[in-house]
């Protein structure tokens, strides 16, 4: 099968590669339909070292199941599927909590020799509590709506689950890539009555206002941080969607004390102001990495009666030999979210 592999900084390769097989009775393979570029995918597209081996990406895929293992039940051969961006069983004791991310027989698409969704093809493990079957044809207009379930939109509920997101909030949704836009959506979803995006790249944040969000705030750093303030005295509930120092001081600067920020961006410091300052103001840190496979089912509904169009977020399709161009576009802002076919 044909697949695209990193082999370092800028480095992505459309090459041929083993096509999947079961080898384990968990195990399903699913002819991948549509997968795209997460922006998570840019950060080791802008700093990988280089290596010889290469590593298969892609963590955000559906498509028809061609084959299972002997201990599969449910997904059978000839169902649409989509799969959400780690495997979990779904019946571990993390699993039955919501915390799937922290199955303890769960995994990342792309490493321990598991094939990574930007590909023809894919090794499911754990089969049975990882993938959701879609009741719709594999030609059908949501398909871009239910990729999304499988990392963007279940990950920018997860924001604004773990915000606390209610009836009537006033909320701040920190960046405007794909992630936060479907935060924006997941906070008017939860009924939240005043949303700020700050964001700065107009196309997106028109988009963001199409989803909900009612103000936009586009400059950046203290100015930005007093705006916000100026438009609402503080806000209680803040999602970060970036990663950044500099987001994640935002947030910190533009939330109220006693206030919530539910960070959703991977961070890319290792070190924050957790300081007496910040801790004399009572404000609770949360979030992290989102347990897609907990929320599919919950959004579901709304793709497919409309509610949300998540799948909007996708602006250019490319093909799967145009990998290398995807990632590319999206560095360079050209692109927001790049749906593959293969």
């Known amino acids: 099968?044909?697949?695209?592999?990193?082999?370092?900084?800028?480095?992505?390769?459309?090459?041929?590669?083993?096509?999947?097989?079961?080898?384990?009775?968990?195990?399903?393979?699913?002819?991948?339909?549509?997968?795209?570029?997460?922006?998570?995918?840019?950060?080791?597209?802008?700093?990988?070292?280089?290596?010889?081996?290469?590593?298969?990406?892609?963590?955000?895929?559906?498509?028809?199941?061609?084959?299972?293992?002997?201990d599969v039940t449910g997904p059978a051969a000839g169902d649409l599927v989509v799969a959400p961006f780690t495997y979990s069983d779904n019946t571990c004791d993390?699993?039955?909590?919501?915390?799937?991310?922290?199955?303890?027989?769960?995994?990342?698409?792309?490493?321990?020799?598991?094939?990574?969704?930007?590909?023809?093809?894919?090794?499911?493990?754990?089969?049975?509590?990882?993938?959701?079957?879609?009741?719709?044809?594999?030609?059908?207009?949501l398909l871009p709506s239910l990729l999304a379930l499988s990392d963007v939109m279940t990950t920018g509920h997860h924001g604004a689950v773990t915000a606390g997101v209610g009836r009537g909030d006033t909320v701040l949704v920190v960046g405007d890539g794909a992630v936060g836009l479907c935060a924006v959506i997941a906070a008017k979803r939860l009924g939240a009555e005043r949303i700020v995006l700050a964001g700065r790249h107009e196309a997106r944040t028109d988009l963001g206002r199409d989803f909900g969000a009612t103000d936009v705030v586009a400059v950046r750093g203290e100015e930005g941080i007093a705006r916000i303030r100026e438009l609402t005295g503080g806000v209680d509930k803040?999602?970060?969607?970036?990663?950044?120092?500099?987001?994640?001081?935002?947030?910190?600067?533009?939330?109220?004390?006693?206030?919530?920020?539910?960070?959703?961006?991977?961070?890319?410091?290792?070190?924050?102001?957790?300081?007496?300052?910040?801790?004399?103001?009572?404000?609770?840190?949360?979030?992290?990495?989102?347990?897609?496979?907990?929320?599919?089912?919950?959004?579901?509904?709304?793709?497919?009666?409309?509610a949300i169009a998540p799948?909007?977020?996708?602006?250019?399709?490319?093909s799967l030999d145009q990998t290398p161009g995807a990632y590319q576009a999206m560095a360079d802002r050209q692109v927001l979210k790049a749906l593959i076919r293969p």
């Open 311 to 318: 799948g909007r977020v996708f602006d250019e399709t490319f």
């Open 94 to 141: 993390y699993c039955a909590k919501g915390l799937h991310i922290s199955c303890r027989h769960g995994g990342r698409y792309g490493f321990n020799g598991v094939d990574g969704g930007q590909g023809e093809a894919v090794r499911v493990p754990q089969a049975t509590g990882t993938v959701v079957k879609l009741p719709v044809n594999a030609d059908s207009a």
């Open 1 to 70: 099968m044909r697949a695209a592999v990193m082999y370092g900084a800028g480095d992505v390769r459309v090459e041929d590669r083993p096509d999947p097989k079961i080898t384990q009775p968990t195990d399903a393979v699913v002819r991948v339909v549509a997968s795209c570029v997460c922006g998570s995918d840019l950060w080791p597209y802008a700093s990988m070292p280089a290596t010889d081996t290469g590593r298969p990406m892609g963590h955000e895929f559906l498509g028809i199941v061609e084959d299972t293992g002997a």
């Open 238 to 306: 803040v999602i970060e969607a970036v990663g950044t120092r500099q987001t994640f001081d935002t947030a910190l600067g533009a939330v109220r004390d006693g206030g919530t920020i539910s960070r959703l961006g991977v961070p890319q410091y290792e070190e924050g102001p957790i300081g007496p300052a910040v801790f004399m103001r009572n404000i609770t840190l949360t979030g992290g990495a989102s347990p897609a496979r907990a929320y599919i089912e919950q959004l579901l509904p709304d793709v497919l009666n409309g």
